[in-house]
């Protein structure tokens, strides 16, 4: 099984600052995968990096998990949350997992 994890920052790339709170930005993430009509989770995270010039910035990043999801649904919605939430690149992580469920009699 295929996980893929998508990061998108929520620093604008043009002011380099948080432009909404960060609800906002969950709730057009959640909309953009309801759209694409597939399963995902979210989490808010912080963190930090360096820019080519030596700058370090930090700032929340959303991350983005999809279990065998097709790598063009994938590619579309990285690329609806780079123009939506102003970035200049997102990053997207494919892993091959092993997976399974455990289930208990309730």
Same mark, same amino acid.
């Given at each position: 099984? /295929?996980? =893929?994890k998508v990061y998108v920052g929520l620093n #604008?790339?043009? =002011?380099?600052?948080? +432009?909404?709170? &960060?609800? $906002?930005? =969950?709730?057009?993430? $959640? $909309?953009?995968?309801? @759209?694409?009509?597939?399963?995902? @989770?979210?989490?808010?995270?912080?963190?930090?990096?360096?820019?080519?010039?030596?700058?370090? =910035?930090?700032?929340? &990043?959303?991350?983005?998990?999809?279990?065998?999801? #097709?790598?063009? &649904?994938?590619?579309?919605?990285?690329?609806?949350?780079?123009?939506?939430?102003?970035?200049? @690149?997102?990053?997207?992580?494919?892993? #091959?997992?092993? &997976? +399974?469920?455990?289930?208990? /009699?309730?």
């Open positions: 099984m /295929t996980e =893929t #604008d790339a043009f =002011t380099l600052e948080q +432009r909404y709170e &960060t609800e $906002k930005y =969950t709730s057009l993430l $959640k $909309k953009v995968c309801f @759209s694409y009509h597939v399963p995902f @989770s979210f989490s808010v995270i912080e963190g930090g990096y360096f820019h080519e010039n030596g700058d370090f =910035t930090q700032e929340r &990043t959303l991350a983005l998990s999809f279990f065998d999801i #097709d790598g063009d &649904t994938v590619e579309q919605i990285a690329s609806d949350l780079c123009v939506f939430f102003r970035q200049e @690149s997102v990053l997207v992580v494919e892993s #091959d997992v092993t &997976t +399974r469920y455990i289930q208990e /009699t309730l």
